[in-house]
């Protein structure tokens, strides 16, 4: 069995292994440049970007995703129909709905439908599988709870009147009926 030696060309060694000490200066001079220039040193005319969140919003764009919503009609009465699509098209299974029968107009309605948003991406799934417009994802982003049981969402927590919802309906209506 014949073994063969292969001698390999390697580059020649950068300045940092050649001379550790001039890599430390190097990123000592580094660190400091960034510290004194969020000090505001060396700004030259450029503003921080700084929001103070409760007195300030963002503007956020027609697109924004938030928690998703349950659609009320003037009535008072819920949009959805229990179909179970947004249930079925949603990834994480977050979203639970149990149907019941009534003499109304709309055959049937949610008994009972619940969306945990500990478990929810926001994906908008459940908006684009629902045919009556009933889940919507509203603007709302501010659903922070301390527990577990906080972060799961009733249907009377989920109602909102079709008129807050707007401008997320529009938005929807313009760039999905193309």
Same mark, same amino acid.
């Given at each position: 069995?014949?073994?063969?030696?292969?001698?390999?060309?390697?580059?020649?060694? %950068?300045?940092? %292994?050649?001379?550790?000490?001039?890599? $430390?200066?190097?990123?000592?001079?580094?660190?400091? +440049?960034? /510290?004194?220039?969020?000090?505001?040193?060396?700004?030259?005319? +450029?503003?921080?970007?700084? $929001?103070?969140?409760?007195?300030?919003?963002?503007?956020?764009?027609?697109?924004? +995703?938030?928690?998703?919503?349950?659609?009320?009609?003037?009535?008072?009465?819920? +949009?959805?129909?229990?179909?179970?699509?947004?249930?079925?098209?949603?990834?994480?299974?977050?979203? @639970?709905?149990?149907?019941?029968?009534?003499?109304?107009?709309?055959? &049937?309605?949610?008994?009972? /439908?619940?969306?945990?948003?500990?478990?929810?991406?926001?994906?908008?799934?459940?908006?684009?599988?629902?045919?009556?417009?009933?889940?919507?994802?509203? &603007?709302?982003?501010? $659903?922070?709870?301390?527990? &577990?049981?906080?972060?799961?969402?009733?249907?009377?927590?989920?109602?909102?009147?079709?008129?807050?919802?707007? @401008?997320? @309906?529009?938005?929807?209506?313009?760039?999905?009926? &193309?």
């Amino acid at each position: 069995m014949a073994v063969q030696v292969v001698k390999v060309r390697r580059p020649a060694q %950068s300045f940092s %292994s050649a001379n550790p000490w001039l890599a $430390i200066l190097s990123g000592l001079w580094v660190s400091t +440049r960034h /510290f004194l220039h969020n000090l505001g040193l060396f700004m030259r005319g +450029r503003q921080d970007f700084a $929001i103070h969140f409760p007195e300030q919003r963002l503007v956020q764009p027609p697109a924004l +995703r938030g928690m998703p919503v349950l659609v009320q009609m003037e009535d008072g009465k819920e +949009r959805c129909v229990a179909c179970g699509l947004c249930e079925w098209a949603c990834p994480t299974t977050c979203i @639970t709905i149990y149907p019941a029968e009534t003499t109304d107009e709309v055959e &049937r309605y949610p008994k009972i /439908f619940d969306i945990d948003m500990a478990r929810c991406m926001f994906c908008g799934l459940c908006e684009e599988a629902c045919p009556e417009e009933a889940i919507v994802m509203s &603007r709302q982003i501010e $659903i922070a709870s301390y527990s &577990r049981a906080g972060s799961l969402w009733h249907k009377q927590d989920l109602l909102v009147p079709v008129a807050q919802l707007k @401008t997320r @309906t529009d938005y929807l209506r313009r760039n999905y009926d &193309r």
